[in-house]
């Protein structure tokens, strides 16, 4: 499985970008999807994920209520809108999923099978 992200840029405090990812297996059905990011020389952190199945969604404290992740079923994409950016935001974003994953592993990179290439996020203050 092959997970293809996208929508990274650069853009202003407070404002917004969406990122995209999809899969090379064509459906995420029974799967987890989630977003992590990693800032230079900090350490990888979960973001935002969402049960396919479901659409149960887990957030990271400092995103809740400023990032939204979703699925389009039709289009088999996850997207993770991003609004009210801050500097802090600034990071390599991947998308990961896993068909094993329960609640109390989302946020645990080791769980995930299959990871994208990071897409670069940069907000200027």
């Known amino acids: 499985v092959q997970l293809q992200a996208s929508g990274g840029g650069f853009m202003q405090t407070g404002g917004s970008l969406r990122l995209s990812c999809t899969s090379s297996?064509?459906?995420?059905?029974?799967?987890?999807i989630s977003w992590f990011r990693q800032a230079p020389g900090s350490e990888r952190e979960f973001v935002a994920g969402?049960?396919?199945?479901?659409?149960?969604?887990f957030y990271k404290d400092s995103v809740r209520g400023r990032f939204t992740i979703s699925r389009d079923i039709d289009q088999n994409t996850i997207y993770l809108q991003m609004d009210s950016l801050k500097p802090e935001d600034t990071a390599e974003y991947y998308c990961?999923?896993?068909?094993?994953?329960?609640?109390?592993?989302?946020?645990?990179?080791?769980?995930?099978?299959?990871w994208g290439q990071g897409t670069l996020v940069t907000v200027s203050s």
């Open positions: 297996r064509g459906t995420f059905r029974g799967y987890v």
């Open positions: 969402i049960r396919w199945n479901g659409g149960n969604t």
């Open positions: 990961a999923t896993g068909s094993r994953i329960i609640t109390s592993t989302t946020g645990v990179p080791s769980a995930y099978d299959y």
